[in-house]
């Protein structure tokens, strides 16, 4: 099935850097979501983007959904311990219309550099 | 954000018996919930679309005889994993479509249940 290519895979951050991930596909998608998962939670839902071209923010975080509706980036500024998780990248395919099933991509791990 | 609550968060079990996992949405009417299954390290793989008064749809490969899914109102979807066994020991999560949000409902997920099957 469809797929989204979310990178990087994981990343080491140490506390006060700045966070860069983003998601890309191959098809044109009406929504662009961003959720963050704790080990052994489920995910929450961080920032949510329905027009192209839209940039929206979450405190430290700020996503947006690219012009050509095929891609979408999440920055976090000035990370803190508490940013480490897995954050998954999710799109509504614009087939779908507004019922179409989400995917999710891969997920990048965020970890503390030793 | 929308409050999806799922029951029991972690359950151990033995092989040959079955177990329930219940999935409520406690602020908001949810027509469709869907179920996850994610195996360590791994994204989220959607294993059926729950709606409320029809039978569920299941995704390719996904035994429907196996995992029995119910979503008899509009606040509550419920998967039984019927025999199980220690293949099916994973983390369960399942999620709820928030109509009241833009975009047709967004996606709000429950706590997670990891089953154990000895």
């Known amino acids: 099935g469809q797929q989204l290519n979310q990178s990087p895979q994981s990343m080491f951050i140490q506390e006060g850097e700045d966070v860069s991930m983003n998601c890309t596909s191959s098809s044109i998608f009406n929504t662009w979501l961003w959720y963050k998962q704790d080990p052994g939670e489920g995910p929450v839902l961080l920032i949510a983007?329905?027009?192209?071209?839209e940039l929206t923010s979450n405190g430290r975080l700020t996503a947006q959904f690219g012009i050509t509706r095929k891609d979408s980036f999440l920055n976090i500024s000035a990370s803190i311990p508490s940013d480490v998780g897995i954050y998954f990248c999710?799109?509504?395919?614009?087939?779908?219309?507004?019922?179409?099933?989400?995917?999710f991509g891969k997920g990048t791990k965020l970890s503390v550099k030793p | 954000g929308a409050v999806v609550s799922q029951h029991p968060s972690r359950v151990i079990c033995k092989s040959g018996t079955s177990v329930k996992i219940e999935c409520r949405s406690l602020?908001?009417?949810?027509?469709?919930m869907f179920w996850y299954r994610q195996f360590p390290k791994q994204s989220l793989m959607l294993m059926a679309t729950s709606n409320e008064g029809s039978k569920a749809t299941y995704e390719q490969g996904v035994e429907k005889d196996k995992f029995l899914i119910n979503h008899a109102s509009l606040t509550l979807s419920t998967l039984t994993v019927t025999s199980a066994h220690p293949e099916d020991s994973s983390f369960y999560i399942c999620s709820a479509r928030d109509p009241r949000t833009l975009g047709g409902g967004e996606l709000f997920f429950g706590e997670g249940s990891r089953l154990t099957v000895l």
């Open positions: 983007l329905y027009k192209a071209g």
């Open positions: 999710a799109g509504r395919p614009y087939y779908g219309g507004s019922q179409g099933n989400l995917i």
């Open positions: 602020d908001f009417q949810a027509t469709t």
